[in-house]
């Protein structure tokens, strides 16, 4: 990452931890669609490796969208997605799951790691390998309970992002518990999605985070 990355992930992190994933998007659309969801306030968008294309989505993302949005690549499985990565310029390695192998190419390659993990031994070996977020998967199957349960032995440092099944509905639920950000998928992002609904949904979920931060505020 660079430095203007670098700054705009610690703030995104910091103010709007909420990542649009595109799985299924087609290179013709992704300019329209990271339009919308850069005009609701989205900062962090992935498009996972198992869409249509996704290495020319990727490389269209990045040419098109503005230095303080960040684009990247989610079911990242091999260490050479890293490099490629880096060579387009796009600085968002998400993965399902817990390779620390994988993870420490993100690293070196100047990468911000957000490791796919379900249980603590898969958290606790993410943040040793040097992720930069923790991502909760599958979030909702999992229940609030169950983070509750493990995030007293998490590093208090790395953000927790839920993904999988999460909407507007549920988002309170999850931020009571401490969940730091969230990752949204079909909810947001289906193949043939118009771009004007997916702009209302996500000024939605924008929305709904900024008012449970500024009750958490208040309490």
Not at 74 to 82: I, N, R, S
């Amino acid at each position: 990452m660079n430095e203007t990355q670098r700054k705009t992930l610690d703030e995104a992190l910091e103010t709007l931890p909420l990542v649009a994933i595109l799985r299924g998007i087609t290179p013709e659309e992704v300019e329209d669609v990271c339009d919308a969801l850069i005009g609701a306030g989205f900062r962090m968008i992935e498009i996972p490796l198992n869409s249509p294309c996704p290495w020319e989505s990727i490389e269209r993302a990045v040419a098109h969208c503005p230095a303080s949005v960040l684009i990247g690549a989610g079911t990242v499985l091999e260490v050479a997605d890293a490099e490629r990565l880096e060579r387009l310029g796009a600085p968002l390695m998400v993965t399902p799951n817990t390779d620390s192998e994988v993870v420490r190419a993100g690293v070196d390659h100047g990468l911000a790691p957000m490791i796919g993990c379900m249980t603590p031994s898969e958290a606790l070996a993410a943040a040793r390998s040097g992720a930069r977020a923790l991502k909760l998967f599958p979030a909702a199957r999992l229940g609030t309970g169950y983070f509750k349960d493990i995030s007293a032995i998490l590093p208090r440092a790395l953000p927790v992002l839920a993904v999988g099944g999460i909407d507007r509905s549920n988002m309170a639920e999850w931020h009571a518990v401490g969940v730091r950000g969230f990752g949204f998928g079909s909810n947001l992002y289906t193949p043939g999605r118009g771009a004007e609904e997916i702009a209302e949904i996500a000024a939605d979920l924008v929305a709904e985070w900024r008012r449970l931060e500024a009750r958490g505020s208040e309490g």
